[in-house]
Every structure is written in structure tokens, then in C-alpha cells.
């Protein structure tokens, strides 16, 4: 089995962290792409599921005020027709199963009440009171839209801190890691190529050193550990 040698150990880790940013600087950007669609979504969703409801809840209010009016029929069959069509774009928007409760419960009410309400009595207290119960429906169409808008801004400050805790551990922890670990190798490193500088300086005193071969293998490790930035001692400079 090959050993894993001091060099390999150093490349890994020098190479990991530049791969893990790679992988994290693509998922941040992705992150920031969605975050600049916010102001958006909030505006063409959000707000629209607002919007669409105050609409059914004034159609209902000018149902009733219409009744009072010369052309009152009309008014009403034009009202209902408004609060239809909010009905529906109200539906396009939903995005909790509150907000698809209440719309459905609404949408059920309003049929029958709304048919007897162009028909009926304007003083039919029963109608009069569907009709408040229609009201109080609306209310709480509203109402799960507000909180829908509230679950869509806790989970975007959630992202948020997700996302910031992916930088600090992409952009800080783990640069420092590697750079920890390739200070510790790198240490034992060079405690032994100046271990083996040394050693060469002894050997290469003795007369023995002067034979060929042996002078040939001293001179390829003193070229080896002059090129890795461990020279020949200078004797005219002090040792460190």
C-alpha cells in the first residue's frame, strides 16, 4: 500500500478549500438571486392576495348600498359580478392552506346568499345577517393573507441567517482550518529538512565524503534542500 506522503497531505488541503468556496459561492449566488426577487414577490403575490380581498369586502359594501339606489338592481348585478371576479383572481394567490380554508369557506357562502340577496327583501333580517357573516369572512380571508405575508418575511430572515452562517463557515472556518493543518505539516516539514541539512553539513566534513559515489548522493541532496529553501549555511552569517 503507497504511503501518503507530506506533499500529498499538503496539495488535499491546499486544494479544499478553494473547492468548498467554489461550491459555496455558486449556492450564494443562487441565494442572492432569490433575494433580489423579494420585493416582487411580495408586490405581485403578497400584496395582490391583499388587495383582491379588500376588493370582495367593498363589492359586498356597495352590493348593499346599491339596493338603496334608483338603478339598484344593476349596481348590485355589477357588484357581484366584481366580487366573482376577485373570487377567482383571489385564488390565483394563495400560498397556505389557511388562506386556501378561508377562501374556500367564503366561496361556499357566497353562492346562495348572493342569489338570494339580488332577489330578497332588503329588510330580511336573515339575509341581512349572511351577509354580515360574509363580512366576517372576508375578514378572515384578510387576515390569513397578513399572516401568510408574516410566515413569507420569518422564513426570508430564516434564509438569511442560513445563508450567513453558510459564508462564515465557507468564508472563515474553513480557509482557517486548512490553513491551521498546513501550518502544523508544513512545521514538522521544515523541523526535518533542517534536521537533514544538518546531518549533511556533518557528513559532508567527513573524508569519507569525498568518494565518488558518496559525493555524487550528497551533492543531489544538497541541491534537493537548497531548491526547498534549505541552503548551505553561509559562514560568514550567524546561525539563526
Avoid at 48 to 57: N, V
Avoid at 91 to 115: I, Y
Wanted: glycine share 4%; net charge negative.
Amino acid at each position: 500500500m503507497t504511503n501518503v506522503t507530506i506533499i500529498t497531505k499538503i496539495r488535499f488541503f491546499a486544494g479544499l478549500a478553494p473547492v468548498i468556496l467554489l461550491v459555496v459561492s455558486t449556492l450564494v449566488a443562487l441565494a442572492l438571486l432569490d433575494f433580489g426577487n423579494i420585493p416582487s414577490t411580495v408586490k405581485e403575490e403578497h400584496l395582490a392576495a391583499i388587495k383582491y380581498a379588500d376588493g370582495l369586502d367593498i363589492a359586498l359594501y356597495k352590493m348593499e348600498w346599491g339596493r338603496t339606489q334608483p338603478d339598484g338592481v344593476q349596481i348590485v348585478v355589477d357588484q357581484q359580478r366584481r366580487f366573482a371576479d376577485y373570487l377567482d383572481s383571489a385564488s390565483g394567490h394563495l400560498f397556505t392552506a389557511e388562506q386556501r380554508a378561508k377562501l374556500d369557506a367564503l366561496a361556499q357562502a357566497a353562492k346562495p346568499t348572493l342569489d338570494a340577496f339580488r332577489h330578497g327583501d332588503p329588510h330580511d333580517e336573515v339575509l341581512a345577517a349572511k351577509l354580515r357573516d360574509l363580512h366576517s369572512k372576508v375578514t378572515d380571508l384578510e387576515n390569513a393573507d397578513e399572516i401568510a405575508l408574516d410566515q413569507f418575511e420569518d422564513a426570508t430572515r430564516s434564509r438569511a441567517r442560513e445563508l450567513v452562517a453558510l459564508l462564515i463557515f465557507a468564508g472563515i472556518l474553513v480557509p482557517m482550518t486548512c490553513f491551521a493543518i498546513l501550518w502544523f505539516l508544513t512545521k514538522d516539514a521544515r523541523s526535518e529538512m533542517r534536521a537533514m541539512r544538518t546531518e549533511l553539513e556533518t557528513v559532508a566534513d567527513a573524508p569519507v565524503a569525498k568518494e565518488p559515489t558518496l559525493a555524487r548522493i550528497l551533492e543531489v541532496f544538497d541541491r534537493a534542500l537548497t531548491q526547498l529553501g534549505f541552503p548551505k549555511p553561509n559562514p560568514m552569517l550567524a546561525e539563526e
